[in-house]
């Protein structure tokens, strides 16, 4: 390609403004950046979890139940949508692993023996599968076997309905239905504390009182099937053998989570990019719109040479073009860093047998269409503006303006005002157009940063109110089966424990209308102390005689207000069909839940006192004690330790939500120094002249930088408040997007959000005071002075 003039001119022009370009440049590198580590993170998980699923026959609905014999199997096989159909036994277990003190749970699933399922197989890394006939074989999921370094051939030690049995471990596996390996009442996965075993059919049958009956059904479904006929279909048959509903994929933990994961980095995908590259938007705007401001004589220059409106708009569109692409590759770099990043992080907490983070070619050209529309959006109109004007009345120097005195001027401040100060103030009120767009980009650049430190406060937030506020006992028990209330005084006199409430919980499907949820019903004390309920004042509530308090997200996905009526269907024992009224609503961060008296749920139940576990809370100095008498207890199935889930959590958060939130805290300051830096290069280059003509007069150097610098520490306080509103509205849209049935980021502003704001910004215009002084040093008065008349 022959460079013509123009390209020329471009080449300089980039030279000239690199310093502005590159903090364009910053900006949008932020918004590709997030679009694509987003992009590329989600088309990782998305396929696979695909690849997983079908290569390893995940199935489509789970059915759980007391006991059915294996001869009903045949009549479920003849329902319409039936694809493929698996009878297993499932019973929880408790582990002992040689030097780990800790409780252990976990859940032991039966194989046919010595072969893979039909349904959920797995995929084995380590060993070989139990040999058929073997009763003490087992293979063990692998998060469990790493964290512990087992190795086909070691031994577990492990209680099934209450009976001790030593185990032999003769392979490690991954599963696609424990892809998210946490135990079912836990947020987060706890490699040490919970396991997933796989056994022979018969050996885990005659184990747990199973033989010739199975307690859970897989069912895949026939390609156009109609799922809910069939779950109907299932759950009226399988009632009468203890059926607790059938489940479909979203309501399997592992696949829950994961589902949420890839929701969040839709939203994250959305939101974020669009911020900043409407940011970019905005500030390649009001950039070019100056620039070509300034290049009027050169453009009319151009235009009476003969060059085409049409050839200029070009010119002035490859600029802005090739600050895009600049932005644009730094953003795919800055995103695939990212993205590997992530990599590390997401291997640790979803299991799938490969994930390979390859940055899609489709999202590369996706970012650029999105950078490339952002600046097309910001530029298109002053770069017509520029080029339709006629040769002769751009090569006029523009017109002088017709000032007076404003009302500031004529008020008593503005008389008490030194001169500096006036001057300041009149030019930013005899120009309100550019003062505003100045103080508009700034205070944008104030609300990301303040979103930024919206999510780091807001976590903390969510993980304080839920373990210091909620969850305040110390341990939780499970049993395995429901057990009298006479079994709390028995835990009242273990070592160590302080205070004792039980708990009865029971499936349910809540229905308002034509919506409905499948969750529990949790029965507690009518003032719980160690599980607290609370209001959207974070008050302990006391839980009412009759009716039910629901979360309140729960109520808004149910359409439901306080004194509606919910029909409850109880998915459990005689199956009763309940009518409660709601009488209040519970604010939690995590999870969503229904709860009542567990008196009044017991009689609802038309059962005696029975509870399905307790809380404890216990003396930390005799933890050890109180774990070896539960391990003696064989009613416990499961035993949580609190402190392990909010480290669990903690940790969690600390990995993925706020390390994002740390990258995009980085991202918004150097949009902040870039918006800053833009605003005031540009306004030493339209104030050249009038700043040379000062010294002229006789203003000194410092005299004149406080000029310059007062006007920028003006726009920089004018800005901060509007930037606060900023924050605010992109904090809420954020919140937003992210809540969800398994947590929600609570909506708090501390002081520290609206100060980190505040004090980014201003810790930006330092920076660029100093630079622009250099720049107010180096001025060339008479090169400034010069101008057509």
């Known amino acids: 390609m022959k460079f013509t003039t123009l ?32 992009l590329t993170v989600l088309e990782a998980l998305t396929s696979s979890r695909d690849r997983f699923y079908a290569s390893h026959h995940y199935a489509d609905l789970f059915a759980d139940l007391k006991r059915a014999p294996l001869g009903l199997v045949e009549r479920l096989e003849t329902l319409d949508g039936v694809s493929r159909m698996e009878p297993r036994v499932r019973a929880p ?69 209450g009976r001790e049995t030593r185990l032999l471990l003769s392979g490690i596996a991954r599963s696609p239905e424990v892809i998210y390996q946490a135990a079912p009442t836990d947020m987060l996965p706890d490699y040490h504390r919970y396991a997933t075993l796989w056994m022979n059919q018969r050996a885990l049958a005659s184990a747990f009182g199973m033989e010739g009956a199975f307690n859970q059904l897989l069912v895949t479904l026939q390609a156009g099937a109609d799922a809910d006929t069939l779950i109907d279909e299932l759950d009226l048959i399988l009632a009468r053998y203890g059926g607790t509903g059938t489940q479909t994929r979203h309501d399997q933990q592992s696949h829950r989570f994961l589902e949420e994961e890839l929701a969040q980095q839709r939203a994250q995908a959305t939101i974020l990019p669009t911020i900043f590259l409407a940011v970019s938007a905005f500030l390649l705007n009001v950039v070019m719109g100056r620039i070509i401001q300034t290049q009027r004589e050169p ?17 002035y569109g490859w600029l802005a073009a090739a600050i895009v692409l600049l932005g644009w590759a730094a953003g795919v770099l800055l995103g695939a860093w990212s993205a590997r990043g992530l990599a590390g992080i997401y291997s640790d907490y979803f299991r799938f047998p490969e994930m390979h983070f390859r940055v899609p070619p489709w999202s590369m050209a996706l970012a650029l269409a999105v950078a490339g529309l952002a600046a097309l959006t910001g530029t298109w109109h002053a770069v017509w503006r520029a080029v339709r004007e006629p040769p002769a009345e751009a ?50 650049s104030a609300g990301l940063l303040m979103m930024g430190a919206y999510q780091l406060s807001a976590v903390e937030k969510m993980l304080d109110l839920q373990y210091r506020q909620v969850m305040r006992m110390d341990i939780e028990l499970t049993f395995g089966e429901v ?25 349910v499907t809540l229905s308002h209308g034509h919506r409905e949820y499948r969750t529990s019903l949790l029965g507690m004390d009518e003032q719980p102390s160690l599980r607290q309920v609370l209001d959207d004042q974070e008050r302990s509530q006391r839980l009412p005689a009759q009716g039910v308090m629901l979360t309140r997200f729960l109520a808004d996905h149910l359409q439901a207000e306080v004194g509606d009526t919910l029909q409850v269907a109880v998915m459990e024992g005689r199956r009763q069909h309940l009518q409660l009224t709601l009488t209040a609503l519970v604010d939690e961060p995590i999870g969503v839940g229904a709860y009542l008296q567990r008196d009044t749920l ?22 050890d004690a109180l774990n070896e008498a539960l391990n003696r207890m064989p009613a416990v199935a499961g035993i949580g ?24 805290v980085a991202l918004a300051a150097s949009i902040a120094f870039g918006v800053v830096y833009n605003n005031a290069r540009i306004a030493f280059a339209e104030r050249a002249r009038e700043l040379a003509t000062l010294r002229v007069l006789g203003y000194s150097r410092s005299e004149v930088a406080r000029i310059l610098l007062g006007e920028i520490a003006l726009i920089t306080a004018l800005a901060i408040p509007l930037g606060w509103l900023f924050g605010t509205g992109f904090s809420a849209l954020l919140n937003q997007a992210f809540t969800n049935d398994l947590f929600r980021v609570p909506m708090v502003l501390t002081p520290h959000a609206f100060g980190f704001a505040a004090t980014g910004v201003i810790a930006a215009s330092a920076v660029v005071a100093v630079l622009v002084m250099r720049r107010l040093g180096r001025l060339d008065m008479v090169t400034a002075l010069k101008a057509v008349e």
Not at 112 to 133: F, I
Not at 602 to 623: C, T
């Open 395 to 444: 090569m006029r120097p523009p017109a002088p303006q017709r000032f007076r005195r404003t009302w500031l001027e004529r008020s008593p401040l503005g008389r008490a005002l030194g001169n500096e100060s006036r001057i300041i103030l009149r030019h930013l009120l005899r120009h309100p157009t550019k003062a505003a767009l100045s103080v508009t980009g700034i205070a944008l």
């Open 483 to 507: 057990t009298p209330a006479r079994a709390l005084g028995e835990l009242r006199h273990l070592p160590g424990v302080l205070a004792v409430e039980g708990w009865r919980r029971v499936p």
């Open 641 to 664: 330790q609190l402190a392990v889930a909010e480290r669990g959590i903690r940790d969690y958060m600390d990995e993925t939500i706020l390390m994002i939130a740390l990258v995009f």
């Open 93 to 161: 277990v408790r582990l002992a692993v040689t030097g780990f003190d800790d409780p252990v749970r976990g859940v032991m699933l039966s194989l046919p023996d010595g072969r893979q399922p039909n349904l959920n197989r797995l995929h084995l890394l380590a060993g070989s599968l139990p040999e058929v006939g073997r009763s003490d074989q087992a293979v063990v999921s692998d998060a469990f076997a790493e964290a512990h370094g087992l190795v086909p051939g070691d031994t577990l030690e492990a209680i099934i309905d």
């Open 7 to 38: 390209h020329w001119k471009l080449l300089r022009d980039l030279l000239r403004l690199k310093g502005q370009a590159l903090a364009i440049a910053v900006v949008i590198a932020s918004g590709v950046m997030t679009l694509v580590m987003s």
């Open 602 to 623: 017991n009689a609802l139940l038309g059962e005696g006192p029975a509870i399905s576990g307790a809380w404890l809370l216990v003396d930390g100095d005799r933890q």
């Open 299 to 315: 453009l009319a220059m151009l235009k009476a040479f003969g060059y085409r409106n049409g050839e200029l708009a070009r010119h």
